[in-house]
């Protein structure tokens, strides 16, 4: 994983990302290794991490199209 601004690697730790979770929604994150980013599929947000730091603002958010190749987000209730 590379940090965009400077080359080098970044990655998140399993257990920080566990914790973590989507400032708008209060939802899950999961890690996109290719743009070092955390992504929100309930709010179709993408958190940048710089220098290994998530940065949890939405107004630093990147917003995801709708024709990215996610799977849309699982609705709470019975499966």
């Known amino acids: ?34 743009r070092s980013e955390l992504i929100s599929r309930l709010a179709r947000l993408a958190y940048p991490v710089r220098d290994g730091i998530p940065i949890m603002l939405p107004s630093e958010a990147r917003s995801l199209p709708f024709d990215d190749g996610l799977p849309p987000p699982r609705l709470g209730g019975p499966s």
């Open 1 to 34: 994983m590379v940090d965009g601004r400077e080359g080098k690697k970044v990655n998140v730790d399993p257990k920080l990302l566990e914790l973590l979770a989507c400032p708008l929604t209060k939802g899950p994150l999961s890690w996109d290794p290719e």
